[in-house]
Nanobody
Framework: QVQLVESGGGLVQAGGSLRLSCAAS????????MGWFRQAPGKEREFVAG????????YYADSVKGRFTISRDNAKNTVYLQMNSLKPEDTAVYYC?????????????????????WGQGIQVTVSS
């Protein structure tokens, strides 16, 4: 059974940084697209960042562009989200997602229904 497990969340002051990790077990994610989403209380889950199968193509929500960086280490079966210059509005539960249905497909994926496997989520809280 495939599992995605996020780590690295927590409480940080505005302007600070955090790095989230998402480790996959049960299956290699090499060759598959990965993404990060977030959901704030009372809001819908929204796209944050995505990374195509090769890692060579990354794309971001406008709200985090220039502050967040997604990367992957296929040897460790782990994808990362480096978050810098954090703002209170970045406070949310962050989810890692994988699309295991399309191998070596380079199309950007920004919608929740384009991913078929999700982590349990991890809280990120940014204080002002």
């Amino acid at each position: 059974q495939v599992q995605l497990v996020e780590s690295g969340g927590g409480l940080v002051q505005a302007g600070g940084s955090l790095r989230l990790s998402c480790a996959a077990s049960g299956r290699t994610f090499s060759g598959y697209a990965m993404g990060w989403f977030r959901q704030a209380p009372g809001k819908e889950r929204e796209f944050v960042a995505g990374n195509t199968w090769s890692g060579g193509n990354t794309y971001y929500a406008d709200s985090v562009k220039g502050r967040f960086t997604i990367s992957r280490d296929n040897a460790k079966n782990t994808v990362y989200l480096q978050m810098n210059s954090l703002k209170p509005e970045d406070t949310a539960v962050y989810y890692c997602a994988a699309d295991f249905s399309r191998w070596t497909n380079s199309s950007p994926r920004r919608k929740t229904d384009e991913y078929d496997t999700w982590g349990q989520g991890i809280q990120v809280t940014v204080s002002s």
